[in-house]
């Protein structure tokens, strides 16, 4: 009875006690919202309803408050559920501090001293609303105003986001004094050309904090701007900036920039954020199949497209056989891929010319970022080694793979390793407002053992200069000199064949690149460039104390690679432009060199070598050369829509040779000797373009020609590894490509993403002067890659300010190969024979991958921020199949089986962090 | 190098691949045979033999044999050895006085009875390399406990090199059941028979050794094999290694051969094709004849295995007892093949050349 009591009496004074709360509780949450809210920042939509519903406060750490921007409205809708509405995604939550007074805190930190010294914060006037989409005011001061010579000055600059680095491709910078602006360019640079004076700039993009700059413009400036973004709008800002680029507005043609932002966003093999795979859902884009190397373009080869890292070559973009690529997505500024017209500031190979640009580090403040993923983590840091004067950007990347090794049943395999690394270095020093120099380093590394019979390894190895120089209002220069090497090993460890194989290529390069702006409406881009190929020789050795191999080294041959340039970038009217341009490439094949000379008429073979002729050092031994034209024109119809068309030559004079279905490590980079000819391409494409007034969508349809004489080819089961004559194994033919590329892309809202549809073909001929030199009787055959149909859907949903989805998927025609017809045997072994080449294909690929990221890495200003992404790919388990091949089955019988490398689905979970 | 191709399974593995191989069948496949021709004609006399077929629509087993041609084996002067044919599709040399040295140059003509004419290239026999020993290793502790064959050989310069193929060719005795023990008061009870059983080694891969190196040197411990020890060695085994010492030519048409039969489907194999031989026709010399005729110095060697050498392994006989099997009133619970060792596919009850009790 007594515990009863006592249990109604402490009940009673608990009500007794709770009614006020209550009471106050009552006020606030009975307050019903109406209201409707566009593209608002969280912090001013608090403020909002302070104003509105005083004396009603909000508190927070200004720091840790989202800054995303929302869309909302709201009917007549209890107050607690339009707070709860507005912080769906923040990690933050709401509690009531007093009657009118709404603390919102971190889920994971809610204790009362944290929330009582929060409190006093604001109430001491320490704290303030953070100013969001309120204008930043910076200033900037160039020159004296007793030197201020008379006339126009120029101030230039680049816009970029303050989060990736990346341009901001249409920014305006508007001069309120003058009301003259100008929207940045494709690579974030603007100018403008006003007299000395103080101005007010106005600078802003949609969906990035504007800024207000105060300019004492008595000399030439230079302005670096950095937007800071509001994070909901994020992607289709740069899908956006896509547009711009691709859409019916620019000048070219078969164009492709790929964001960053969106490269990472992509679901991956395994979470890595991979620059080469996602050129793959772009158009005209393909490789072999998963796991290999390199890509093809509009039905090139994979060693016709030209991967330039800051200007400089990169001879084997792969890591860990092809799974992966070594550009580190963290340092990446930007990636273009120029696959219809080619300016004719590039050269060198036939098909594409894919353009990595590395972020400057931050001069301003030290940060970092990284990403930790099941195979491998990555970290970049940058910052200032002297403030605005000199930066630096460091970026490392490592795997371990072991772990997934020790998954396998299989004792080799589990006594295999695996395993790649990569680092880049670059510093900028801004040396004057006109002088700019940047110094970078880069270094990759693989490593590949299979149990103890066989491995490989390869490395990259780069360090180059630019320095950009602007000498006046009209011309700008830009000097790069770079070294690269690119090393391979192969090994097979044990047995009386022990080897150790190797090969590799140094090469320096220097280009000189001009930009002339002769008016407003034409430039003129000219400049020249070197290459130096020095082929290091194949050489292999003993590899065991058993082995009977003997060293042994073929040398490869060398060359020189010459180019002049121009292009005049011409606009006669906002509907109309043109480029034209022209490269005059040439090529020296140098000593020293034994070149065979073979009996006319006879197949290029050992036996018919009729005598040698010796070459020294540095002779010339063959040389080509010639014109290549570069133009293209827009035609717009509307302000919405244009027809464009485009027409290249180009002239490739280095090769590689492979006899392999893709290319491994080891294969060997040929430059042009006597025998083999450079590669001619001439290619034709057209298209027109469409997108809408706000630039939600953009469609465009692109149809391209290509016609391509001495096509490198091979002839059946080529020996290609250290033969000292390798012409006697290769064939010159032709090659023609044709094709039509369809793309529909969103830009805005909810959904974004792409689809592309591409109609590709692709053939080769070879009719030599003999049987051996002549495949398929001399007739049109699909080359490797052809591939014939290919769909890719792109899609990306933002759910809520830091959750989002996306999916790709991806259906192509099934490569061609050749298929074993019927057999015959040998001895006891039962030997498949052949179709000719390529009149089969493997069965068609599809594939769907799909990720899930939530990203709360804008709903903090400073401090550690991450995002976590979980990632399947191939999610409904396909086994594509990659390659057909021979084998006895059960019964001793003759059967072909198809081989999948990925045959599951693969889930992988990544943490990507910036601090 | 053959070891990358051929066991290049790459990061596929890594990647928990499941399901990865399937059988494909292609749809449209020409109805067209090639003509196979295949020998080796050997520098000392021995079963010169050469093989004429067609190819056989892939998935069949066996090819049709080809009858009734004229081959003969010419020499630089013209003067022939004529084959003949002694089943259907395989002709004999049966000269046993030809010996062939070294650097004489021989080639092949074959007449079908259709008119066609076909010839070999031209070739020179090349210097005999020696084995010296035939190694046998077993490790008990191994998966499956194969047993491993190797061979060291004394290997003599040539002028391009040395090339050297393996065929591998294992006899295992086998002695049926003395049925007089089961029942001795049968009438027709039959003497027990001993047969010597030849099983192929390694029947899907030609084994091939390169160099070009032109001195001479010592090959050591070069593995051929790795033979599953299973019941058959629970008698006494013979392994013999016949080696082929050959033009650099054939060697590099064997080397094609294999890698082609021997592809896994990764980055590593090379584009398949087919593979010409050195056998062309006379009035058409662009079509393809598959096969080759190749020109080799023979040295031939053999080494035993008794079941003591598996010790502490003890390999059992098959022929136990069980009366759980479906035929066992017909043989008494032992397996057939225990009663008659003629059921076994290759067992003959003649003495293997080269056998030592």
């Known amino acids: 009875m007594k515990q009863r009591l006592h249990l109604l009496l402490t009940l009673g004074l608990l009500l007794l006690l709770a009614c006020p709360l209550l009471a106050q509780q009552a006020d606030v949450f009975n307050l019903r919202i109406s209201g409707s809210y566009q593209d608002r920042p969280l912090p001013e939509l608090l403020s909002d309803l302070e104003t509105r519903y005083a004396p009603l406060r909000f508190y927070y750490v200004p720091e840790k408050i989202p800054f995303y921007q929302l869309t909302i409205t709201f009917q007549d809708e209890p107050f607690f559920q339009v707070v709860k509405k507005l912080l769906d995604g923040s990690l933050l939550s709401a509690g009531k501090w007093s009657a009118t007074e709404v603390i919102l805190v971190p889920e994971d930190n809610r204790n009362r001293a944290f929330v009582q010294e929060m409190v006093n914060k604001w109430k001491t006037g320490e704290y303030k609303p953070p100013v969001l989409t309120g204008v930043l005011e910076k200033s900037y001061s160039f020159g004296s105003i007793e030197k201020a010579p008379n006339g126009k000055l120029n101030l230039k600059g680049r816009i970029v986001d303050a989060e990736s680095k990346e341009p901001i491709i249409g920014a305006t910078v508007l001069v309120r004094e003058t009301a003259q602006g100008q929207a940045s360019d494709e690579n974030g640079n603007f100018e403008l050309k006003i007299p000395a004076g103080r101005y007010t700039l106005q600078v802003q993009y949609v969906s990035f904090q504007s800024q207000i700059i105060n300019v004492s413009l008595f000399d030439d400036g230079n302005l670096d701007l950095n937007l800071a973004p509001m994070p909901q709008q994020l992607s289709e800002v740069l899908i956006k900036a896509q547009a711009v680029e691709k859409g019916s507005q620019s000048s070219n043609v078969g164009v492709e920039r790929l964001s960053i932002r969106t490269v990472k966003e992509l679901p991956t093999l395994m979470g890595e954020a991979d620059v080469i795979k996602s050129l793959q859902t772009l158009p005209g884009v393909t490789n072999a199949g998963e796991g290999v190397a390199g890509y093809n373009v509009r039905g090139g080869n994979i060693d016709q497209n030209l991967v330039l890292q800051e200007e400089a070559p990169i001879f084997n973009s792969a890591h860990a056989l092809g799974f992966f690529s070594i550009f580190n997505a963290d340092a990446v500024d930007q990636i273009n891929l120029y696959k219809g017209h080619i300016p004719a500031q590039y050269g060198g190979r036939l098909s594409s010319v894919l353009d990595v640009q590395l972020k400057d580090g931050d001069a301003r403040k030290w940060s970092g970022k990284g990403s930790i993923g099941p195979i491998a983590s990555r970290i970049l840091l940058e910052g200032p080694i002297k403030t605005d004067k000199i930066s630096a950007l460091i970026g490392l990347r490592q795997s371990y793979m072991g772990w997934v090794l020790q998954l396998t049943s299989s004792i080799p395999v589990q006594n295999s390793a695996a395993g790649f690394n990569d680092g880049i270095a670059k510093v900028t020093f801004n040396l004057s407002p006109k002088d700019k120099l940047r110094v970078t380093g880069f270094a990759s590394s693989d490593d590949f053992r299979y149990g103890q019979d066989f491995g490989y390894g390869w490395n990259n190895y780069q360090a180059g200069a630019q320095w950009s120089h602007i000498t006046n209002e009209k011309l700008s220069s830009k000097l790069y000199v770079n070294y690269g090497a690119y090393r391979a090993e192969q090994f097979d460890p044990e047995g009386n064949n022990a080897f150790s194989l190797t090969n590799g290529l140094n090469f320096w390069k220097s280009k000189l690149d001009n930009l002339y702006a002769l008016n407003k409406n034409q430039a003129l881009r000219f400049g020249a460039e070197i290459n130096d190929y020095q082929s290091r020789p194949e050489a292999i050795r003993p590899f065991s104390d058993i082995s009977i191999i003997l060293p042994q080294s073929v040398d490869k041959d060398k060359g020189r690679e010459m180019a002049v340039y121009f292009q005049d970038e011409i606009t006669l009217s906002k509907r109309i432009s043109f480029s034209v341009g022209a490269r005059y490439s040439f090529f020296q094949q140098l000593g020293p060199r034994t070149v065979w000379n073979y009996e006319e008429n006879l197949p290029r073979e050992d036996l018919n070598i009729v005598d040698s002729v010796n070459f020294g050092g540095g002779k010339a031994i063959a040389n080509y050369g010639g014109f290549e034209p570069r133009v293209s024109v827009k035609l717009g119809i509307s302000d919405r829509a244009s027809f464009k068309a485009s027409y290249n030559r180009l002239r490739q004079y280095i090769h590689l040779t492979s006899n392999t279905v893709a290319p491994t490590p080891v294969d060997v980079w040929q430059v042009s000797t006597t025998y083999i000819p450079p590669q001619i391409a001439d290619q034709y494409s057209a298209g027109f373009f469409l997108d809408d007034e706000q630039r939600r969508w953009e469609a465009s349809i692109e149809v391209y020609y290509k016609d391509i004489r001495n096509l490198l080819e091979y002839k059946d089961l080529p020996d290609l590894l250290l033969n000292p004559r390798i012409e006697t194994e290769l064939l010159a033919g032709r090659g023609k490509a044709y094709g039509t590329e369809l793309s529909i892309r969103k830009m805005q809202g909810r959904w974004t993403g792409w689809i592309t549809y591409t109609f590709a073909r692709t053939f080769s001929r070879v009719q030599g002067p003999s049987p051996s030199e002549t495949i398929n009787r001399g007739e049109w055959f699909p080359a490797n890659f052809d591939k014939p149909n290919q769909v890719n859907v792109i899609g990306r949903a933002q759910i809520n300010p830091t959750n989002s989805f996306s999916f790709n998927f991806t259906y192509s025609t099934g490569r061609p190969i050749t298929a074993p017809i019927s057999s015959y045997r040998l001895g006891t072994v039962l030997v498949p024979n052949f179709s000719d080449r390529n009149q089969y294909r493997i069965p068609d690929y599809h594939r769907l991958d799909i990720s899930y990221t939530i990203d709360n890495r804008q709903t903090r200003l400073k401090g550690w921020r991450g995002s976590l992404t979980v990632s399947l790919y191939n999610v409904y388990a396909r086994a594509n199949p990659f390659s057909v091949f021979f084998q006895r089955n059960e019964k001793g019988r003759p059967s072909a089986y198809q081989l999948a490398v990925v045959g599951s689905v693969i889930p992988a979970v990544s943490y990507n962090f910036s601090f | ?357």
């Open chain 2, 1 to 357: 190098m053959n070891i990358l191709r051929n066991m290049g399974f790459g990061l596929g593995i890594l990647l928990l691949c499941s399901g990865c191989f399937k059988e494909i069948f292609f749809e449209n496949v020409p109805d067209e045979q090639s003509l196979v021709v295949q020998g080796t004609i050997t520098d000392v006399p021995g079963p010169r033999t050469i093989y004429l077929s067609y190819t056989a629509p892939f998935g069949r087993q066996d090819p049709e044999r080809i009858s009734a041609a004229q081959i003969d084996l010419l020499d630089e002067k013209g003067k022939k050895w004529p084959y003949e044919e002694i089943l259907k599709g395989r002709y004999v040399m049966r000269d046993s006085q030809l010996r062939i040295l070294p650097g004489e140059r021989y080639f092949v003509e074959i007449k079908l009875t259709s008119g066609e004419v076909f010839r070999s290239e031209i070739q020179g026999m090349p210097r005999s390399s020696q084995i010296d020993d035939i190694r046998l290793t077993f490790n008990q502790l191994e998966d499956n406990r194969p047993l491993r064959v190797s061979v060291d050989v004394s290997a003599l310069g040539n002028a391009k090199g040395t090339f050297l193929r393996w065929s591998l060719l294992r006899f295992a005795r086998k002695q049926e059941v003395d049925q007089f023990r089961i029942r001795p008061f049968s009438l027709d009870i039959p003497t027990p028979k001993t047969c010597y059983i030849t099983y192929p080694v390694n029947e899907q891969s030609i084994l091939l050794f390169g160099t070009d190196r032109k001195d001479d040197f010592k090959i050591r411990q070069q593995e051929l094999a790795t033979i599953p020890t299973d019941r058959t060695f629970s008698d006494r085994n013979m392994i013999q290694v016949v080696q082929y010492s050959l033009p650099e030519a054939a060697y590099l048409y064997y080397r094609k051969i294999n890698t082609i039969t021997n592809q896994v489907g990764t980055i590593f194999d090379p584009p398949p094709a087919k593979v010409r031989g050195n056998i062309s026709q006379l009035n058409d010399p662009d079509r393809i004849i598959l096969g080759y005729v190749d020109l080799a110095a023979v040295d031939t060697a053999v080494t035993f295995v008794n079941p003591s050498f598996f010790e502490p392994v003890f390999i059992s006989s098959d022929c136990m007892q069980d009366f759980s099997r479906p035929d066992w009133r017909d043989t008494w619970g032992f397996p057939a093949t225990c009663l008659n060792c003629l059921l076994i596919p290759g067992a003959g009850v003649q003495l293997p050349k080269y056998w030592k009790p």
